[in-house]
């Protein structure tokens, strides 16, 4: 209906965006600056940033500029497991066995990262997400499967996601240790109100649209209700638009904004 009443070739705001076309904001920019600096230095980066403004999608983006040839990626999204599955699902990513001891799987898991190294010339790029819900016990695992004597020189890029209250956590005493190894952190803040107007013409220019579809009033109702996050964002145009076709609205303003907001 959207799609159709609006002559649209795709529906915009999608998450299945293609990565090639996704908008990439200030702090975006910055975010894959340090991911580059990272794929080179190696070691252990932690990303935060409040639920919906982009961390996955960013990540997705890297790893889809990875040379295959020279780095091997492996995405862990399941972080609420005790230590001895977080050691298992890390071990059976990099191609090791499963073992019921946790020694092994230790072993499975450093031998798999060297093997890498040496023998396939690959660097492993492991991203841990959704690490504000694991167990405190699982990041002091983290650290000694990270501790390598390995030519003073990370061997593997561990990527760690996870929402901004992760760092305070791992500033708290336990952690000390912990944090104090991370190479380098980065939190990805939402939109700021000219980048969500420049976000919303974006996604609707993807789709073919190339008049004025959302007045400033409205464009500024969206910035106000979603904070300029782009998960909300997306969920509150795409409602505002279904408004204004099934009203036959050519322009939308503030009024039908606020209506969709009432659904969020």
């Known amino acids: 209906m959207v799609k159709a009443f609006y002559n649209l070739k795709t529906l915009p705001f999608q998450k299945d965006i293609h990565t090639k076309n996704i908008y990439i904001s200030s702090a975006g920019k910055e975010l894959s600056q340090r991911l580059e600096y990272m794929k080179q230095k190696r070691g252990i980066f932690l990303i935060t940033g409040l ?7 960013h990540i997705r983006t890297f790893v889809e500029t990875l040379n295959q040839n020279l780095y091997k990626s492996i995405y862990i999204p399941l972080s609420t497991v005790n230590t001895i ?6 071990a059976v990513s990099l191609g ?17 990262i060297k093997n890498y190294v040496e023998n396939n010339k690959k660097i492993p790029v492991i991203i841990l997400d959704e690490m504000h819900l694991t167990k405190n016990e699982n990041f002091q695992e983290l ?16 990527i760690m996601v996870g929402q901004p209250h992760l760092r305070d956590r791992l500033l708290s005493p336990i952690h000390q240790s912990f944090n104090q190894r991370i190479s380098l952190k980065f939190n990805l803040t939402p939109l700021s109100k000219e980048e969500t107007n420049e976000y919303i013409k974006h996604h609707l220019s993807l789709s073919g649209y190339k008049n004025e579809l959302f007045n400033q009033n409205a464009i500024n109702a969206i910035f106000k209700n979603s904070n300029g996050t782009p998960r909300i964002i997306n969920t509150l145009a795409i409602k505002t638009m ?17 209506r969709s907001s009432k659904e969020l």
């Open 96 to 112: 090791g066995q499963s073992h019921w001891k946790k020694s092994l799987l230790f072993k499975t898991i450093q031998n798999s």
């Open 143 to 158: 650290q000694i499967i990270t501790n390598f004597n390995y030519d003073s020189q990370d061997p593997a890029l561990f």
């Open 242 to 258: 279904t408004i204004g076709a099934l009203e036959k609205k050519d322009l939308l303003c503030e009024e039908e904004v606020y």
């Open 51 to 57: 639920p919906g403004t982009g961390k996955t999608l």
């Open 85 to 90: 599955d977080f050691y298992r699902q890390l």
